[in-house]
């Protein structure tokens, strides 16, 4: 299976390093391990976006769907590259892709997506996505 996406589909790149413990029995990343690298790319970027509030913050993000579709293998030690733009910006959820490059590649040696439904810290109810928060996610668009 093929990709038709490039680096240059992707509104935000931030650099990402292969960890030691990355590796799995066979010598490359093992497939649960590029969830993580997603969870570091999406919420690196609102983070950094000052967007999300991970520790005092009103509004959390829960994770309602995944998938992952593997083009090349990687493996430890390798510099990265993910790759991330918004699919969809709801009114209360966000379907985020990520792609993860091994440095300077043009083409991902994986792609995936997180759909997130934003949610009151406390009650846990579904909750309209604050202004600050949707503008950072509105540049991925």
């Known amino acids: 299976m093929k990709t038709k996406n490039t680096r240059a589909d992707y509104k935000h790149i931030m650099p990402l390093q292969t960890r030691w413990s990355d590796n799995d029995i066979y010598g490359h990343v093992n497939n649960v391990t590029y969830y993580s690298y997603f969870d570091t790319v999406v919420n690196g ?6 967007a999300l509030d991970i520790h005092g913050g009103e509004v959390i993000g829960l994770v309602v769907e995944t998938g992952c579709q593997y083009f090349a ?15 969809h910006l709801g009114n209360s959820s966000v379907r985020y892709e990520i792609a993860i490059f091994k440095q300077g590649d043009a083409k991902p040696a994986a792609e995936g997506h997180f759909v997130h439904v934003y949610v009151n810290r406390k009650t846990r109810r579904p909750t ?11 540049n991925l668009v």
Do not use: H, M, T
């Open 45 to 50: 970027y609102l983070i950094d976006s000052a």
């Open 73 to 87: 293998p990687l493996a430890f030690p390798e510099a990265l590259e993910g790759g991330l733009r918004v699919a």
């Open 128 to 138: 309209p996505l604050p202004d600050k928060f949707r503008k950072a996610l509105e």
